[in-house]
């Protein structure tokens, strides 16, 4: 396979720089997302990943859709996170019952999001408490 001038290996990147990664199961997927993901986003997700292994020993992972997905069984996921230009976005699939919930709303009404900015510090002890609420829950099949 040739390449052609300039192009740079390794995975392209979507709008907000959302590494596109093939669908995969397992950690392979997701740190091949990490590793993709430009600058701060990578740096973020590393953080993350780290952080629900630590909270969620045994966690099941995957990349669908281009983002990671984080389950206490395989194939049901309890929480993602997805590259957007100014933001990584959390999204908590069952966020609506957590306490307290994650700031940020969407369309669908048992999902929450956390953002977490390039320069904003985020409070990891109250991530963490969602994440191991999140994981107790029952998850969303996908």
Not at 3 to 10: D, L, S, T, W, Y
Not at 92 to 107: E, H, I, N
Request: glycine letters at 10%; zero cysteines; a positive charge.
């Amino acid at each position: 396979m040739t390449r052609k001038p300039g192009k740079a290996a390794g995975p392209g990147l979507l709008s907000g720089g959302n590494p596109r990664i093939a669908k995969g199961y397992g950690d392979a997927p997701v740190q091949a997302w990490i590793k993709a993901a430009p600058g701060w986003k990578g740096d973020v997700g590393r953080r993350l990943d780290a952080l629900i292994e630590r909270t969620v020993p045994g966690v099941k992972k995957a990349v669908k859709w281009n983002t990671p997905l984080y389950g206490a069984e395989d194939g049901v996921w309890f929480a993602s996170f997805h590259a957007f230009d100014r933001y990584l976005k959390v999204a908590f699939f069952r966020g609506a019952a957590l306490k307290p919930m994650p700031p940020v709303a969407s369309k669908q009404k048992d999902v929450r999001y956390f953002h977490i900015h390039e320069d904003d510090p985020f409070d990891e002890v109250q991530l963490a408490d969602w994440i191991k609420q999140a994981s107790r829950l029952p998850g969303e099949r996908m």
